[in-house]
């Protein structure tokens, strides 16, 4: 996982992959829904420092793993008939003396190469190991992905509305049928359009929550 490991370059801490499998309808085991969610756990941006005030709430970057793994808290209570693997991708981004610097190139888990030409563009990094893993270890079969992405979504939506973006609009229906959000004013992000070079043909949403976070 050459992007997750190249974020977590500069830690003092190695970095984690959380697996959690609900498998509530086990007549059709081949139909998984994934779940993979960005777990900064502490994102300084890298050797693209983030400026002081941007400091103060950046533990808050786990927000997305939050998210996917409290989601088995509800599938457990509620005992849906479907089956779900939630993946998430635990890390550091900090500066240290082997910490990964602007424009390197790194090899992902799915096998394409990456230059990183902003080290605070981070999540997207771990998101696309994730979203291999899911594919190729879990065997999903549609892909949600949940990260505080970007600060474009805050710019674009404020802080009381999620960014969304999909490749499927049949799967999309699906999410507003969930009551997440009946608004028409859903929008996407170049940082979505990224991971949908990760998920193969699969249908896909991404949701950036750097604004609800």
């Known amino acids: 996982m050459g992007l997750l490991l190249a974020v977590n370059a500069g830690s003092h801490h190695e970095p984690r992959i959380v697996i959690l499998r609900y498998f509530g309808d086990k007549k059709n085991k081949s139909n ?22 941007a400091l103060e709430t950046m533990k808050f970057d786990m927000s997305g793993a939050a998210v996917v793994c409290a989601s088995f808290l509800v599938l457990t209570q509620n005992k849906p008939k479907i089956n779900v693997v939630a993946v998430a991708c635990l890390t550091e981004n900090v500066i240290g003396g082997h910490a990964t610097l602007t424009e390197s190139v790194i090899t992902s888990m799915s096998g394409k190469t990456v230059e990183i030409n902003n080290t605070d563009a981070e999540g997207r990094l771990v998101l696309a190991d994730g979203i291999t893993y899911a594919i ?3 065997k999903v079969t549609k892909i ?34 969930a009551n997440i959000s ?5 929008g996407s992000s ?8 990760f998920v193969q043909k699969l249908p896909f949403i991404h949701c950036d929550i750097a604004g609800t976070a």
């Open 32 to 53: 998984i829904l994934g779940l993979v969610g960005k777990g900064i756990t502490f994102d300084s941006g890298g050797y693209n420092l983030k400026y002081s005030a």
């Open 136 to 138: 190729e270890k879990e």
């Open 144 to 177: 949600i992905t949940v990260a505080t992405l970007t600060g474009a979504v805050v710019a674009a939506l404020g802080e009381n509305l999620s960014g969304i973006l999909t490749n499927n609009r049949k799967f999309y229906r699906e999410l507003r049928r």
């Open 182 to 186: 009946s608004s028409r004013y859903m």
């Open 190 to 197: 170049s940082g979505g359009a990224f991971l949908q070079e």
